[in-house]
Protein backbone atom coordinates (compact mmCIF):
# COMPACT_ATOMS: atom_id res chain seq x y z
CA UNK A 1 0.00 0.00 0.00
CA UNK A 2 1.09 3.75 -0.36
CA UNK A 3 1.77 5.96 2.16
CA UNK A 4 -0.78 9.26 1.85
CA UNK A 5 -1.75 11.85 4.38
CA UNK A 6 -5.70 11.88 5.27
CA UNK A 7 -7.21 14.73 6.72
CA UNK A 8 -9.31 13.42 9.75
CA UNK A 9 -11.93 16.25 8.58
CA UNK A 10 -12.55 16.29 5.43
CA UNK A 11 -10.91 13.05 4.33
CA UNK A 12 -8.60 14.75 1.71
CA UNK A 13 -5.65 13.26 0.42
CA UNK A 14 -2.26 14.37 -0.08
CA UNK A 15 0.83 12.68 -1.22
CA UNK A 16 3.91 11.37 0.95
CA UNK A 17 6.09 13.48 -0.98
CA UNK A 18 3.35 17.49 0.19
CA UNK A 19 5.39 19.24 2.31
CA UNK A 20 1.66 20.50 3.73
CA UNK A 21 1.90 19.20 7.58
CA UNK A 22 -2.09 20.23 8.10
CA UNK A 23 -4.68 20.27 5.60
CA UNK A 24 -6.23 22.99 3.80
CA UNK A 25 -9.71 23.05 5.56
CA UNK A 26 -7.74 23.41 8.77
CA UNK A 27 -8.35 19.85 10.07
CA UNK A 28 -5.45 17.64 11.54
CA UNK A 29 -3.80 14.84 9.26
CA UNK A 30 -2.69 11.13 9.66
CA UNK A 31 -0.41 9.24 8.02
CA UNK A 32 -2.05 6.32 6.21
CA UNK A 33 -0.01 3.58 5.61
CA UNK A 34 0.36 -0.23 6.00
CA UNK A 35 2.84 -1.37 9.03
CA UNK A 36 4.12 -5.14 9.20
CA UNK A 37 6.03 -6.58 11.64
CA UNK A 38 8.08 -9.53 10.29
CA UNK A 39 8.89 -10.73 14.37
CA UNK A 40 11.80 -13.04 12.94
CA UNK A 41 13.42 -9.98 10.88
CA UNK A 42 13.05 -7.54 13.81
CA UNK A 43 14.63 -9.90 16.44
CA UNK A 44 17.95 -10.17 14.92
CA UNK A 45 18.55 -6.87 14.18
CA UNK A 46 20.20 -3.63 16.35
CA UNK A 47 18.49 -2.68 19.23
CA UNK A 48 17.50 0.50 18.34
CA UNK A 49 13.75 1.79 17.25
CA UNK A 50 14.67 1.54 13.55
CA UNK A 51 14.31 -2.64 14.15
CA UNK A 52 10.27 -1.69 13.48
CA UNK A 53 11.28 -0.49 9.88
CA UNK A 54 8.76 -2.27 8.12
CA UNK A 55 6.45 0.21 10.17
CA UNK A 56 8.23 2.81 9.52
CA UNK A 57 6.91 5.20 6.88
CA UNK A 58 9.86 6.67 5.19
CA UNK A 59 10.98 5.30 1.81
CA UNK A 60 14.12 4.84 1.88
CA UNK A 61 17.11 4.20 3.93
CA UNK A 62 19.70 6.44 3.13
CA UNK A 63 16.97 9.46 4.38
CA UNK A 64 17.40 7.91 8.06
CA UNK A 65 18.38 10.01 10.50
CA UNK A 66 19.26 7.79 13.66
CA UNK A 67 21.63 7.62 16.90
CA UNK A 68 20.89 4.23 17.11
CA UNK A 69 18.30 5.27 19.58
CA UNK A 70 15.80 3.43 21.20
CA UNK A 71 15.42 -0.01 22.76
CA UNK A 72 15.60 1.70 25.94
CA UNK A 73 15.27 -0.65 28.96
CA UNK A 74 12.33 -2.35 30.73
CA UNK A 75 12.68 -2.93 34.32
CA UNK A 76 10.60 -4.48 37.03
CA UNK A 77 10.61 -2.76 40.30
CA UNK A 78 8.01 -2.68 43.40
CA UNK A 79 6.80 1.23 43.85
CA UNK A 80 4.36 1.63 46.83
CA UNK A 81 4.32 -2.05 47.28
CA UNK A 82 3.32 -2.57 44.03
CA UNK A 83 4.66 -4.49 41.45
CA UNK A 84 5.18 -1.99 37.70
CA UNK A 85 7.75 -2.44 34.62
CA UNK A 86 9.33 1.22 34.60
CA UNK A 87 10.47 2.21 30.64
CA UNK A 88 13.41 4.16 30.78
CA UNK A 89 12.65 6.50 28.16
CA UNK A 90 15.02 8.99 29.58
CA UNK A 91 17.90 7.13 28.54
CA UNK A 92 17.83 8.17 25.26
CA UNK A 93 20.69 11.16 23.08
CA UNK A 94 18.45 14.18 24.51
CA UNK A 95 17.40 12.68 27.58
CA UNK A 96 13.71 12.50 26.99
CA UNK A 97 11.67 9.96 24.82
CA UNK A 98 10.70 12.76 22.37
CA UNK A 99 13.45 11.64 20.50
CA UNK A 100 11.49 8.53 18.88
CA UNK A 101 9.40 11.34 17.31
CA UNK A 102 12.50 13.54 16.06
CA UNK A 103 13.91 10.85 14.71
CA UNK A 104 10.93 9.71 12.34
CA UNK A 105 10.47 13.28 11.46
CA UNK A 106 13.33 14.87 10.78
CA UNK A 107 13.96 11.65 8.76
CA UNK A 108 11.10 12.21 6.68
CA UNK A 109 12.10 15.73 6.48
CA UNK A 110 15.12 14.88 4.77
CA UNK A 111 13.65 12.66 2.57
CA UNK A 112 10.68 16.23 1.35
CA UNK A 113 14.46 17.84 0.83
CA UNK A 114 13.34 20.61 3.60
CA UNK A 115 16.17 22.47 4.78
CA UNK A 116 14.43 24.42 7.52
CA UNK A 117 11.94 24.12 10.15
CA UNK A 118 10.61 25.99 12.90
CA UNK A 119 8.76 23.79 16.20
CA UNK A 120 7.55 25.35 19.53
CA UNK A 121 7.72 23.18 22.70
CA UNK A 122 8.21 23.01 26.54
CA UNK A 123 11.75 21.88 26.48
CA UNK A 124 12.25 18.71 25.52
CA UNK A 125 10.85 17.92 22.16
CA UNK A 126 12.82 21.12 20.80
CA UNK A 127 15.81 19.79 22.29
CA UNK A 128 14.91 16.30 20.40
CA UNK A 129 14.15 18.09 17.35
CA UNK A 130 17.61 20.11 18.04
CA UNK A 131 19.22 17.35 18.04
CA UNK A 132 18.40 15.48 15.02
CA UNK A 133 18.45 18.72 12.76
CA UNK A 134 22.40 19.02 14.07
CA UNK A 135 22.67 15.71 12.77
CA UNK A 136 20.90 16.26 9.19
CA UNK A 137 22.32 19.25 8.72
CA UNK A 138 18.82 21.26 9.15
CA UNK A 139 18.80 24.88 10.09
CA UNK A 140 16.18 24.72 13.06
CA UNK A 141 14.38 27.16 15.12
CA UNK A 142 12.92 26.48 18.01
CA UNK A 143 10.23 28.63 20.62
CA UNK A 144 10.11 28.19 23.97
CA UNK A 145 8.49 29.48 26.88
CA UNK A 146 10.69 31.99 28.41
CA UNK A 147 10.54 30.48 32.16
CA UNK A 148 11.65 27.12 30.67
CA UNK A 149 14.30 25.17 32.69
CA UNK A 150 17.59 26.61 32.07
CA UNK A 151 19.24 23.14 31.22
CA UNK A 152 16.82 22.62 28.57
CA UNK A 153 17.01 26.31 26.91
CA UNK A 154 21.28 25.73 26.66
CA UNK A 155 20.88 22.32 25.34
CA UNK A 156 18.93 23.85 22.50
CA UNK A 157 21.66 26.33 21.89
CA UNK A 158 24.39 24.09 22.25
CA UNK A 159 23.09 21.92 19.07
CA UNK A 160 23.22 25.08 17.23
CA UNK A 161 19.68 25.63 16.82
CA UNK A 162 18.19 29.33 16.79
CA UNK A 163 16.32 29.53 20.41
CA UNK A 164 13.08 31.96 20.48
CA UNK A 165 11.98 32.63 24.14
CA UNK A 166 8.44 33.94 24.20
CA UNK A 167 7.61 35.79 27.29
CA UNK A 168 4.48 34.71 27.52
CA UNK A 169 2.61 31.02 27.98
CA UNK A 170 2.98 27.78 26.20
CA UNK A 171 -0.27 28.92 24.14
CA UNK A 172 1.56 31.89 23.18
CA UNK A 173 4.41 30.16 22.27
CA UNK A 174 2.60 27.77 19.91
CA UNK A 175 1.12 30.88 17.82
CA UNK A 176 4.60 32.41 17.51
CA UNK A 177 5.97 29.20 16.11
CA UNK A 178 2.87 29.61 13.82
CA UNK A 179 3.22 32.05 12.68
CA UNK A 180 6.87 31.78 11.77
CA UNK A 181 5.19 28.55 10.26
CA UNK A 182 4.34 30.44 7.11
CA UNK A 183 7.66 30.35 5.71
CA UNK A 184 9.40 27.35 6.87
CA UNK A 185 8.43 23.92 7.73
CA UNK A 186 6.52 23.28 10.78
CA UNK A 187 8.23 20.87 12.72
CA UNK A 188 5.46 20.15 15.21
CA UNK A 189 5.01 17.38 17.66
CA UNK A 190 1.72 18.45 17.91
CA UNK A 191 0.29 18.55 14.69
CA UNK A 192 2.57 16.67 12.43
CA UNK A 193 1.68 13.30 11.97
CA UNK A 194 5.08 11.86 11.02
CA UNK A 195 6.20 12.71 14.67
CA UNK A 196 3.59 9.98 15.94
CA UNK A 197 4.69 7.21 13.88
CA UNK A 198 7.97 7.39 15.95
CA UNK A 199 6.60 7.71 19.42
CA UNK A 200 4.76 4.17 19.02
CA UNK A 201 7.64 2.18 18.72
CA UNK A 202 7.43 3.17 22.37
CA UNK A 203 4.72 0.36 22.89
CA UNK A 204 6.46 -2.18 19.97
CA UNK A 205 9.16 -2.21 22.41
CA UNK A 206 7.12 -3.04 25.16
CA UNK A 207 5.45 -5.48 23.89
CA UNK A 208 8.55 -7.07 22.56
CA UNK A 209 10.22 -6.86 26.04
CA UNK A 210 7.09 -9.06 27.38
CA UNK A 211 7.34 -11.74 24.88
CA UNK A 212 5.37 -10.09 22.36
CA UNK A 213 2.27 -9.61 25.02
CA UNK A 214 0.52 -6.60 26.08
CA UNK A 215 0.51 -5.02 29.30
CA UNK A 216 -2.52 -4.64 31.15
CA UNK A 217 -2.33 -1.09 32.08
CA UNK A 218 -0.13 1.52 30.51
CA UNK A 219 -0.09 4.99 32.61
CA UNK A 220 1.29 7.86 30.90
CA UNK A 221 1.62 11.34 31.54
CA UNK A 222 -0.44 13.91 29.61
CA UNK A 223 0.02 17.02 27.73
CA UNK A 224 -0.34 17.16 23.99
CA UNK A 225 -0.44 13.81 23.79
CA UNK A 226 2.44 12.27 21.89
CA UNK A 227 2.69 9.59 23.61
CA UNK A 228 -0.43 8.66 24.47
CA UNK A 229 -1.93 9.03 20.97
CA UNK A 230 1.42 7.17 19.38
CA UNK A 231 1.44 4.52 22.12
CA UNK A 232 -2.56 3.98 20.74
CA UNK A 233 -1.72 3.93 17.69
CA UNK A 234 1.21 1.61 17.46
CA UNK A 235 -1.54 -0.87 19.66
CA UNK A 236 -3.76 -0.58 16.67
CA UNK A 237 -1.30 -1.47 14.04
CA UNK A 238 -0.52 -4.25 16.59
CA UNK A 239 -3.92 -5.23 16.14
CA UNK A 240 -4.34 -5.25 13.12
CA UNK A 241 -1.48 -7.82 12.33
CA UNK A 242 -2.83 -10.23 14.91
CA UNK A 243 0.69 -9.37 17.26
CA UNK A 244 -1.76 -8.93 20.08
CA UNK A 245 -5.51 -9.29 20.22
CA UNK A 246 -6.68 -7.43 23.59
CA UNK A 247 -5.31 -3.50 24.21
CA UNK A 248 -4.22 -2.51 27.71
CA UNK A 249 -6.11 -0.10 29.29
CA UNK A 250 -4.46 2.87 28.82
CA UNK A 251 -4.65 5.57 32.12
CA UNK A 252 -3.21 9.47 31.40
CA UNK A 253 -2.37 11.47 34.24
CA UNK A 254 -1.95 15.17 34.39
CA UNK A 255 -1.17 18.14 37.19
CA UNK A 256 -4.52 19.23 38.46
CA UNK A 257 -2.81 22.55 38.13
CA UNK A 258 -3.49 22.23 34.22
CA UNK A 259 -5.69 18.88 33.65
CA UNK A 260 -7.81 20.07 30.22
CA UNK A 261 -8.57 16.27 29.15
CA UNK A 262 -9.02 14.98 32.51
CA UNK A 263 -11.60 17.87 32.66
CA UNK A 264 -13.09 16.80 29.14
CA UNK A 265 -13.22 12.88 29.78
CA UNK A 266 -15.22 13.83 33.17
CA UNK A 267 -17.49 16.18 31.16
CA UNK A 268 -18.34 14.06 27.84
CA UNK A 269 -15.63 15.45 25.50
CA UNK A 270 -16.50 19.24 26.43
CA UNK A 271 -13.94 21.22 27.38
CA UNK A 272 -14.40 24.75 25.66
CA UNK A 273 -14.99 25.80 29.02
CA UNK A 274 -11.53 24.64 30.75
CA UNK A 275 -9.75 28.07 31.97
CA UNK A 276 -8.76 26.48 35.01
CA UNK A 277 -5.32 27.04 34.44
CA UNK A 278 -2.37 27.29 37.58
CA UNK A 279 1.60 27.11 37.26
CA UNK A 280 2.55 23.24 37.39
CA UNK A 281 6.20 21.87 38.20
CA UNK A 282 5.11 19.25 35.76
CA UNK A 283 5.99 21.81 32.88
CA UNK A 284 6.24 19.33 30.48
CA UNK A 285 2.27 18.83 30.24
CA UNK A 286 1.30 22.00 31.17
CA UNK A 287 -0.90 22.69 27.90
CA UNK A 288 -3.91 24.25 28.17
CA UNK A 289 -5.33 23.19 24.84
CA UNK A 290 -4.00 20.16 23.48
CA UNK A 291 -4.37 20.08 19.61
CA UNK A 292 -5.46 16.11 19.46
CA UNK A 293 -7.40 16.44 22.43
CA UNK A 294 -10.17 13.89 20.22
CA UNK A 295 -7.58 11.34 19.61
CA UNK A 296 -6.95 11.22 23.38
CA UNK A 297 -10.30 11.05 24.40
CA UNK A 298 -11.04 8.08 21.53
CA UNK A 299 -7.62 6.09 22.68
CA UNK A 300 -8.97 6.63 26.50
CA UNK A 301 -12.71 5.74 25.14
CA UNK A 302 -11.47 2.27 23.24
CA UNK A 303 -9.34 0.80 25.68
CA UNK A 304 -11.78 0.96 28.58
CA UNK A 305 -8.90 3.70 29.79
CA UNK A 306 -9.29 6.94 32.61
CA UNK A 307 -8.04 10.25 33.75
CA UNK A 308 -6.44 10.48 37.12
CA UNK A 309 -5.00 13.98 38.46
CA UNK A 310 -2.26 14.33 41.12
CA UNK A 311 -1.42 17.88 42.98
CA UNK A 312 1.86 19.23 43.31
CA UNK A 313 2.73 17.99 46.51
CA UNK A 314 1.96 14.49 44.91
CA UNK A 315 4.40 14.96 42.55
CA UNK A 316 6.97 16.39 44.61
CA UNK A 317 6.72 13.25 47.10
CA UNK A 318 6.60 10.84 43.73
CA UNK A 319 9.71 12.36 42.44
CA UNK A 320 11.41 12.13 45.85
CA UNK A 321 10.47 8.39 45.87
CA UNK A 322 11.72 7.55 42.57
CA UNK A 323 14.76 9.64 42.80
CA UNK A 324 16.06 7.78 45.99
CA UNK A 325 15.09 4.52 44.12
CA UNK A 326 17.86 5.49 41.69
CA UNK A 327 15.80 6.90 38.71
CA UNK A 328 16.91 10.46 38.19
CA UNK A 329 13.91 11.27 36.15
CA UNK A 330 12.53 14.99 35.71
CA UNK A 331 9.08 16.45 37.59
CA UNK A 332 7.00 15.91 34.68
CA UNK A 333 7.82 11.86 34.70
CA UNK A 334 6.98 11.96 38.30
CA UNK A 335 3.31 12.97 37.40
CA UNK A 336 2.75 9.13 36.13
CA UNK A 337 4.43 7.62 39.33
CA UNK A 338 1.93 9.66 41.27
CA UNK A 339 -0.66 8.49 39.53
CA UNK A 340 0.18 5.16 39.99
CA UNK A 341 0.50 5.75 43.86
CA UNK A 342 -3.16 6.52 43.70
CA UNK A 343 -4.45 4.09 41.09
CA UNK A 344 -5.90 0.88 42.40
CA UNK A 345 -4.87 -2.49 40.10
CA UNK A 346 -5.16 -5.86 40.85
CA UNK A 347 -1.92 -7.84 42.22
CA UNK A 348 -1.30 -9.90 38.95
CA UNK A 349 -1.75 -6.89 36.40
CA UNK A 350 0.87 -6.04 34.20
CA UNK A 351 1.27 -2.32 34.75
CA UNK A 352 4.13 -0.46 32.84
CA UNK A 353 5.13 3.40 33.28
CA UNK A 354 7.27 5.47 31.31
CA UNK A 355 9.84 7.42 32.67
CA UNK A 356 10.08 9.90 30.08
CA UNK A 357 11.88 12.96 30.70
CA UNK A 358 16.18 13.18 32.09
CA UNK A 359 16.51 15.03 35.56
CA UNK A 360 19.86 16.69 34.64
CA UNK A 361 18.22 19.38 33.00
CA UNK A 362 15.44 20.75 35.49
CA UNK A 363 16.08 21.60 39.11
C1 LIG B 1 9.33 14.77 30.30
C2 LIG B 1 8.03 14.78 29.57
N1 LIG B 1 7.13 13.83 29.87
C3 LIG B 1 5.94 13.79 29.26
C4 LIG B 1 5.57 14.73 28.32
C5 LIG B 1 4.22 14.56 27.75
O1 LIG B 1 3.90 15.13 26.58
P1 LIG B 1 2.90 14.53 25.54
O2 LIG B 1 1.56 14.40 26.18
O3 LIG B 1 2.90 15.49 24.44
O4 LIG B 1 3.39 13.18 25.16
C6 LIG B 1 6.49 15.74 27.96
C7 LIG B 1 6.20 16.75 26.95
O5 LIG B 1 6.93 17.67 26.70
C8 LIG B 1 7.74 15.76 28.61
O6 LIG B 1 8.65 16.71 28.34
ZN1 LIG C 1 -9.35 18.71 5.47
Not at 77 to 105: H, M, N, T, W
Not at 244 to 262: K, S, Y
Not at 273 to 290: D, L, N, S
Amino acid sequence: MKTTLRCQLCQRRYPSSTTVWKCHCGGLLSVDFHARFPREKIQKRKPSLWRYREALPIEHDRHIISFDEGFTPLTEEQFFGKKVFVKQDYLFPSGSYKDRGASILISKIKELGIRKVVEDSSGNAGAAIAAYCAKAGIECHIYVPEKTSSGKLLQIERYGAYLHKINGSRNDTAYAAEQQAKTMYYASHSWNPYFFHGTKTFIFEIIEQLGWKAPDILLVPVGNGTLLNGAFLGLKELQQEKIIDTLPRIIGVQAENCAPIAYAWKNHGEFDGYTRTKETIAEGIAIEHPVRIHDILHALKETNGDMVTVTEKEIRDALQYIQRKGYYIEPTSAVAIAGHKKLNTRKNDCVVIPLTGHGLKTK
